[in-house]
Nanobody
Framework: QVQLVESGGGQVQAGGSLRLSCAAS????????MGWFRQAPGKEREFVSD????????FYADSVKGRFSISRDNAKNTVYLQMNSLKPEDTAVYYC???????????????WGQGTQVTVSS
């Protein structure tokens, strides 16, 4: 079983930055991929970024490439999402997710956090 707790959300003006953190419990954290997803009001949840078990590869949605950066610290059981140059369209609830494989596809995410709100004002 894996439990995930996100933090770091908040309200920021366009062009600003936020860093999200996700603390995971469970001994399988370092063996599996981790990801970030988001859901805006009235929209379906969408993939933002994920990172392989050892940090060796990371993937990003086209909408955040060049602005967001994912990283992980397996010693601390924590994954991060650094968000720069934020835009109003980045406003959403951001969810941390844990996969069941070392390198995951979007369908491999089985564990989810409660989410943290990110609001970007223009």
């Amino acid at each position: 079983q894996v439990q995930l707790v996100e933090s770091g959300g908040g309200q920021v003006q366009a062009g600003g930055s936020l860093r999200l953190s996700c603390a995971a419990s469970g001994r399988t954290f370092s063996s599996n991929a981790m990801g970030w997803f988001r859901q805006a009001p009235g929209k379906e949840r969408e993939f933002v970024s994920d990172i392989a078990w050892n940090g060796g590869s990371a993937f990003y949605a086209d909408s955040v490439k060049g602005r967001f950066s994912i990283s992980r610290d397996n010693a601390k059981n924590t994954v991060y999402l650094q968000m720069n140059s934020l835009k109003p369209e980045d406003t959403a609830v951001y969810y941390c997710a844990a996969a069941t494989r070392p390198v995951a596809t979007k369908g491999d995410y089985a564990y989810w956090g409660q989410g943290t709100q990110v609001t970007v004002s223009s």
